[in-house]
């Protein structure tokens, strides 16, 4: 049974590795931004899982509302799409 | 230059680092058995209950052992959204109606039933969170998430900042004020021994832990609450360049 139960924990953190680099790798920012909150969830169901209550409510409640609206506010107000050409950062100073 | 100067500083910072892990010894149990009364961890686990009279052993280690911590979190938080609302505020008379279409009758309706429910949610997770799992910064974010709704589903909703002003300042100043309480009666900061401390398990319980916990959720939810008002309120700026590969 504790085999079962570790092994769900295991496949959770996998799937959770693989919804971040998605969310790296997207170009569409509000894609990446809804996956960062897929990534808050599937956490807080990960710290459920460890017994840990108390940080999955706050990963719930900051992690997958506050932030991800917080972003997609952002990105209403700036730009949708990366762009490949942009200079990241400050460092655009060289031109 | 400047490259090798942040790779040297970087190198510098892995070494002291790695030393500094080096002489933990992974591998072992360093929480310690309940058993085994020399631990840190044990001495949380057994003497909680009889010293503060608190269910949660994890709120009385946030609020009451580590009270102080719990202080500068509060006023991370604080200032984080001070120094959001110092370049995103606006007046009154610069304010600028939301770009947005209004939202459908369904979002309104729906927004409309469930915040009053959302927030008795939050307020019940920072009263008992001396009894539950939860507590001021869980209740606080799921009241800002309700208020949340209300700003996205009503233009026309507004919160005043001089209420949540108010509210953030006198909960920091209780919050404050128990320590020192505690400083003056105990002997040390946020000292808990000297409240009255309730019967174990009941709401009234844990000395000032559970007004500790009230203060910091209203202070949370006011802050989270002003800082979503001000982001959502940020009027469009024309000088933003529009993105060339939209498709």
């Given at each position: 049974m504790i085999y079962v139960y570790t092994g769900a924990i295991v496949l959770l953190a996998m799937l959770l590795v693989y919804v971040a680099l998605y969310a790296?790798?997207?170009?569409?920012?509000?894609?990446?931004?809804?996956?960062?909150?897929?990534?808050?969830?599937?956490?807080?169901?990960?710290?459920?899982?460890?017994?840990?209550?108390?940080?999955?409510?706050?990963?719930?409640a900051i992690g997958i509302a506050l932030t991800t609206i917080a972003f997609v506010i952002t990105i209403r107000n700036t730009a949708r799409y990366e762009n490949d050409n942009a200079q990241s950062g400050f460092n655009n100073k060289k031109e | 230059m400047k490259k090798f100067f942040v790779i040297a500083l970087l190198a510098i910072l892995g070494f002291y680092l790695t030393i500094a892990f080096l002489q933990i010894p992974f591998g072992q149990?360093?929480?310690?058995?309940?058993?085994?009364?020399?631990?840190?961890?044990?001495?949380?686990?057994?003497?909680?209950?009889?010293?503060?009279?608190?269910?949660?052993?994890?709120?009385?280690?946030?609020?009451?052992?580590?009270?102080?911590?719990t202080l500068g979190e509060v006023t991370v938080l604080f200032l984080a959204s001070t120094g959001l609302a110092s370049i995103l505020y606006r007046r009154k008379e610069e304010e600028v109606e939301r770009i947005n279409k209004p939202s459908s009758s369904l979002l309104q309706t729906g927004s409309k039933f469930l915040f009053p429910l959302v927030v008795l949610l939050g307020i019940y997770v920072f009263i008992h969170g001396h009894l539950t799992p939860g507590g001021g910064f869980q209740g606080g974010a799921i009241i800002a998430t309700g208020f949340l709704l209300m700003l996205i589903a009503y233009q026309k909703y507004h919160v005043s900042h001089s209420m949540l002003t108010w509210v953030e300042s006198l909960a920091g100043v209780l919050f404050v004020s128990i320590g020192l309480w505690g400083l003056i009666t105990g002997g040390t900061f946020l000292e808990n021994s000297y409240f009255p401390k309730g019967v174990l398990n009941s709401l009234i319980s844990g000395g000032a832990i559970p007004i500790i916990y009230i203060a910091v959720g209203f202070k949370v939810a006011a802050e989270l609450t002003g800082v979503l008002d001000i982001l959502l309120n940020t009027k469009e700026e024309k000088s933003v360049p529009s993105n060339q590969n939209e498709k």
């Amino acid at each position: 049974m504790i085999y079962v139960y570790t092994g769900a924990i295991v496949l959770l953190a996998m799937l959770l590795v693989y919804v971040a680099l998605y969310a790296i790798r997207q170009k569409d920012l509000l894609y990446a931004v809804i996956a960062t909150g897929v990534v808050s969830l599937i956490l807080s169901i990960v710290f459920l899982m460890l017994q840990a209550p108390d940080v999955a409510l706050t990963e719930a409640a900051i992690g997958i509302a506050l932030t991800t609206i917080a972003f997609v506010i952002t990105i209403r107000n700036t730009a949708r799409y990366e762009n490949d050409n942009a200079q990241s950062g400050f460092n655009n100073k060289k031109e | 230059m400047k490259k090798f100067f942040v790779i040297a500083l970087l190198a510098i910072l892995g070494f002291y680092l790695t030393i500094a892990f080096l002489q933990i010894p992974f591998g072992q149990n360093r929480l310690g058995q309940p058993q085994d009364e020399a631990t840190v961890g044990a001495y949380y686990l057994n003497n909680t209950k009889e010293k503060s009279a608190v269910s949660n052993v994890v709120t009385a280690i946030v609020v009451n052992y580590r009270g102080f911590d719990t202080l500068g979190e509060v006023t991370v938080l604080f200032l984080a959204s001070t120094g959001l609302a110092s370049i995103l505020y606006r007046r009154k008379e610069e304010e600028v109606e939301r770009i947005n279409k209004p939202s459908s009758s369904l979002l309104q309706t729906g927004s409309k039933f469930l915040f009053p429910l959302v927030v008795l949610l939050g307020i019940y997770v920072f009263i008992h969170g001396h009894l539950t799992p939860g507590g001021g910064f869980q209740g606080g974010a799921i009241i800002a998430t309700g208020f949340l709704l209300m700003l996205i589903a009503y233009q026309k909703y507004h919160v005043s900042h001089s209420m949540l002003t108010w509210v953030e300042s006198l909960a920091g100043v209780l919050f404050v004020s128990i320590g020192l309480w505690g400083l003056i009666t105990g002997g040390t900061f946020l000292e808990n021994s000297y409240f009255p401390k309730g019967v174990l398990n009941s709401l009234i319980s844990g000395g000032a832990i559970p007004i500790i916990y009230i203060a910091v959720g209203f202070k949370v939810a006011a802050e989270l609450t002003g800082v979503l008002d001000i982001l959502l309120n940020t009027k469009e700026e024309k000088s933003v360049p529009s993105n060339q590969n939209e498709k």
